[in-house]
Each structure stands twice: as structure tokens, then as C-alpha cells.
């Protein structure tokens, strides 16, 4: 499952039940040295409880967890001096200042990285007499990865680490977390943002109702389910999906969002049989467009549901 | 260590950075001191002493010994015998009292050294008054010895000591300010520990391989550090401002500021084993310190609660301590002895500490 051979994540048959809610549900996957995995779900998936677990701050109900080659419910102390956390939504002391987080989580290491590297790291040099309540969304998210990489640590997780953020923001934490990879670190991150999964990530794991539905790189996901392309258009009554079903090239037609989609084997065969179509009906398609399927109709193809937030 | 230190230095940070924080635990009790030693130590103004004069040779010399105190300017006489007097000094209505002993003035007629002598009582915990007695006396033994034995040692003074029941209201309050600031201290730290669960810093820190006990060690040594700070601002404020004279077992004191403060900052991290929400931390920490302050006794002597709060007080840590400070600090009368004070404290301690590990929540 794995591209390079040695794996630093090995899950297998994870559960984790909260009374009747069965958070994770028999989960199961590798992540390679070197990868960027993400695991991406609606919220409530399981992935911050199946993040957590891997972390060591939440024991599993069953299942085998290994990170680092060590089992995590053995051996937490040496993983964590070997791993970056960054947790969902945390706030850290407000009333001290990035050096001061910096340096205070530093000494909690055997080994660390200078705080005035990291700062650099994570561009936030001009903020660094800043307290932490005085940050920006996006900054706060820059010091929470950059006390993530304190220790120099292999393997980095990060909860959803963009979600909240403008996209400006989100943008330039996808460069640094890219940047992770480059350094020869692994990442896995969570995320609920297809874009995100697909623009960094190597491997992503479907998942939703504590299972990982569908597992792989995002271009295999989507083909392994949608040989064809989609063309879409405003949905209209006149022109309704079933119908639209048995158009020229048409595999399979759907409505997502207020829009019909047509995913199609021959893309000028459909949009032709559509347009004469719609002359006939005397109606016109607004909006339309072609496109590639994304990990947006591998969802909804998996779950019946769109993934939004 | 170096990591408690550095932990323990955050939480400093934190504290003196939070302005209400501050507030509270430092700037409060302050106030009560100053609100307090104003109100009751109101007699700042009158500066005169009272003291019982007790004759008992009731002749022309001792007479005339009236008469010579009775000029003396600071001085207040009041007039009676050795009992009354004593009784009057034990419930503080005088600060001293003045002996004239039989056979005084025969004493002085022989002109033999020592033969006259005066006495009188001083408490040795007051010594501002004390040392306004003595002068008096010293001042009245010189004046005699000049102009009737025309200069040598005829009159003689004898010191006594008597130590009064009645401390004086400022003395009794700045030990019970003390207690209650440790109390405030202690319990009003449930209130960042819940914060910090609830904003995940606790569950962030459970990620790196910091040990959790450091990470309570350092909540602990900061509240430590405070209360150590509290006490010499709130004893240095009553001694400099209001004439507090420690005069107890200071080491015994420190003992019971630590083990005061220990106990309840154990009941403050067992309510924070239990509250969920900030929200919820503050109002309910309000709901425990409020009926402590006002039950434990410590702004008016015990006795004047009606009995049933009495009882509800006798229930209440806060009472201990403040009774234990009071008798370490100004020799204030016990409510229960000293071992009792100890071993009750030490009880929740050991109990509250005891719940908490066995409930506190980390995320
Ligand atoms: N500590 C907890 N106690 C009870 N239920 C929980 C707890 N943590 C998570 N859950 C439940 O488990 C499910 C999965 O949650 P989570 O792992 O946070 O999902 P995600 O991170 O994908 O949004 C949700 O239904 C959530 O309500
Ligand atoms: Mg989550």
C-alpha cells in the first residue's frame, strides 16, 4: 500500500466508540516515510479521534497501533519526542508571546531546533514580541505548526490545519506545509476541503461515519471511478437529470448542488444531443461548463452526500 | 526541574500579564488590609493609653503617686483593684495597669535602694503600648527618686507580664486576612486550570513528552510563590501601616501559610476536576469562597455567629487556618489547638487531593 517501503504509520483495525457513537470503526492504513497522507471526511468522520489515538493522547478500543515502529499504547514517551502535534483548534497560552511559546515548548524536548529557525520557518518574524491573543487566524495557525516542529520531529500531524482561514491564508500555510515534504518529513493532516487534499496530499483516505471508504493518490481515485468527464449547467426543471440520463456519451447523470451534471465518454456528442435538446424545449442551460471529475464527485459518488461544511 | 521552572515562569507570565488575575489574587486582600485597619484601627487620632491604677498602700506617698501618673499626658487612668484591673486588661478595655503595693510608702520613707517599689503589667505583644508604659514609669521612678530621695535608687520598678485575650480587632484581622487570601489563592485556581482544559492547552501539552505531573507541579509552585508573596505584603502592611506586632512562632506561621494554601488549592483542582466551563468555574468558585469568608470567623470573633452557622463554620477549612494564623502570628485566642488546626487542614489536603486524581480530566 505503501510507496516507499519503510512505513512510519501502521493502523490496523482501529475502533474507538464513545457509548452508542462508534467514532472509529475498524480503520486500517499505512503511511510511508516521506508522504504527505490526508485523511478527509465531513466533520464528525472520526478523523480527529483517529489522529489523536495515533498521537497518543486518546488509547483505542481495539486495533493495533504502530507509529515511528513503536506501539503507541506501549511506548507514548518516545514518539512524542519524536513527533510534531498540532492539534484542531487549540489556543495556547494567550498572554505569552510567540518567542515565549516557542522557547517554553522547546524545553520540553531532548532535542530542538532554535527558536529564532522556527520563527523564520513559519514567517512570522515580524510577530515574534507578539502575545499569542494578538495573532491573526492565519499566524495562530503559524505558530501552532511551528510548536509542532520544535522538536525537529520526523513524522508531523496536523488537524485541519487550514479550516477557518481565508484563502490567502490557506494558500500560503499549503506552501509551507509543502514545504515540510520537501525537508524530507512525512505529514498526515486531516482536512475537509477537497482542494486541499488533492493539492497536497499524495494519498488520501475517504472517510466518513468512523470508516475509510476509498484509499489512494487523488488522481487514481477519481479515475478508478470516473473514466469520463462532466459537463454541468444550472439546473432546470424542463431538463431534468433521468432524462438527460440517455443523452449521446451520457454514463450516469446527477444534480449536486443546484447544478445537473452529465459525466460523459464523449464530451462534443453530449454537449451536442444536450443543446439540440434544450432548442427543442425551448430553454437554454445557464452556466455551462465542462470539467474533470474531482474528489468533490468521488464523495458524493461514495456517500450520496456532497462534502461541504 | 528545568522544565517545571520554565513552566512555572509561564504561569508567572500569565498571571502578571491578566490584569483581573492580578486583581485578585494580590491587590485584594491588600485592600481588605487597608479598608479593614482603617476602619477598626480607627484610634489612630486618640493616642492616649488607658490603664488601670491599682493602690494598695493607700497612703499620702502612693497619693501622691496618682497624682504624678495622672499628669503624665498620654496616660488615661482608671481606678481600681489588682482583680478588677486585671480582669479589665484580659478583655483589653486597659492596655497596663499600675501597681502601687503596700508598704510603698514606708518604703520610700526609709529611703533604703529598692525599697519603694512600683509595679506594673504590660501584654509583651503589644509593645507600642508597652514601650509608652514603660516610659511613663521610668519617667515617674526618675521624677520621685530626684525630688524625694534627692537622687538615689529609692524607687524601684518590677515589670509583669500579662498577656490579654482580647488582641485588638486590627491584629485579630490581618492573620484572617491572610487565611482568607490563601483561600482565595487556592481555590480561585480551579478557574485557569479549567480555562487551560478547556482551550486544549492541557491536552496539547499531554502531546509533548512533558510529564503531567510537572505540568501540576508548575500550577503549584506558582499558587506557592504567591502565597508566600500575600502573606509578606499582607503582614507588612499591618506591622508598617497599623502596628501589627507578630509576635508568634513565625516559623510556625510560614508553616501554616504553606499548608494552608496547600489544602486549598487542593480543593480548588478537585472543583476543577468537575467543572467543565470557565463560565461554570467562576460561579461556582464564587459559591464555595463567598460563605467561607463570611462564616470562617474571620472578619468578627467566631463567638457572635448565631449557633447554626457556627456549626456551619466549625465545618468550614478557612476557620482552621485563620484560627491557626492568629495563634502563630498575634497569640489570638484558640478556637481549637494548634495539632487540631494542623491535622483538620492536612485531612482536606490529603482528601481533596486524593478526588482529584482520581477525576481530573485532561481534555
Ligand atoms: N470525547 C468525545 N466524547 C464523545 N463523543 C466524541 C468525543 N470525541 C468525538 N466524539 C464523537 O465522535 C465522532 C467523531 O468525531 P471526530 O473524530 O472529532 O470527527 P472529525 O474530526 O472527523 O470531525 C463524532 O460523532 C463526535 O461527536
Ligand atoms: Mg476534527
Sequence with gaps: MTQSGEAVIRVADLKKYYGDVKAVDGVSFEVGRGEVFGMLGPNGAGKTTTIEVLEGLRPPDSGTVEVLGLDVCKHPQPIKERIGVQLQSVSLYPRLTVTELLDLFGSFFKHRVPTKQLIDAVDLGERAKARSMNLSGGQQQRLSIALALVNDPELVFLDEPTTGLDPQARRSL??????????????????????????????????????ILEMGAVPDLIGRRFKERAVFFDSNPKLPADGLAKLGGVTRAAVEDGQTVLYSKDIPDT?????????GLSVEPHNLGIRQATLEDVFLDLTGRALRD | MKTLLGLTVANIKSLTRDRAALFWTIFFPIMFVFLFGWIFGGSGGDTRISVGFVDQDASGASAGMRQAFSSVQILTLQYGTLEQEQAAMQHGDVSAIIVIPKDFGAGLTSKQA???????????SKTQVDQIVVGAVTQVQNGANLTIAGGSEVVSISPQTLTSNNIGAVAYLVPSILAMALMQLGVFAAIPL?????????????????SRWKLVGSNVLLRLLVAIVDAV?????????????????????????????????????????????????TGVVQVVQ???MFLSGIFFQFDFLPGFLQTVGRAMPLTYLADALRQTMVNGTQIVPLTTDFAILAVWLVVCLGISTRFFRWE
Design chain 1, 174 to 211: 499549503w506552501d509551507l506545509i509543502k514545504g515540510l515534504q520537501a525537508k524530507g518529513k512525512t505529514v498526515m493532516l486531516t482536512t475537509h476541503y477537497m482542494e486541499e487534499a488533492a493539492e497536497l496530499c499524495d494519498r488520501v483516505a475517504i472517510m466518513d461515519h468512523g470508516h
Design chain 1, 271 to 279: 454537449i451536442g444531443a444536450l443543446l439540440s435538446m434544450a432548442d
Design chain 2, 114 to 124: 529598692h525599697a519603694a517599689v512600683i509595679q506594673y503589667y504590660i501584654d509583651p
Design chain 2, 194 to 210: 479549567v480555562q487551560q482544559r478547556e482551550k486544549g492547552i492541557l491536552k496539547r501539552i499531554g502531546a509533548t513528552p512533558l
Design chain 2, 233 to 281: 505584603l499582607i503582614i507588612g502592611i499591618g506591622m508598617v501601616f497599623f502596628g501589627v506586632q507578630v509576635v508568634g512562632n513565625v516559623l510556625a506561621a510560614g508553616a501554616f501559610v504553606l499548608l494552608g494554601a496547600g489544602a486549598f488549592l487542593a480543593i480548588g483542582f478537585m472543583l476543577a476536576s468537575f467543572l467543565k466551563t470557565e463560565e461554570q468555574a
Design chain 2, 290 to 292: 463567598m460563605p467561607m
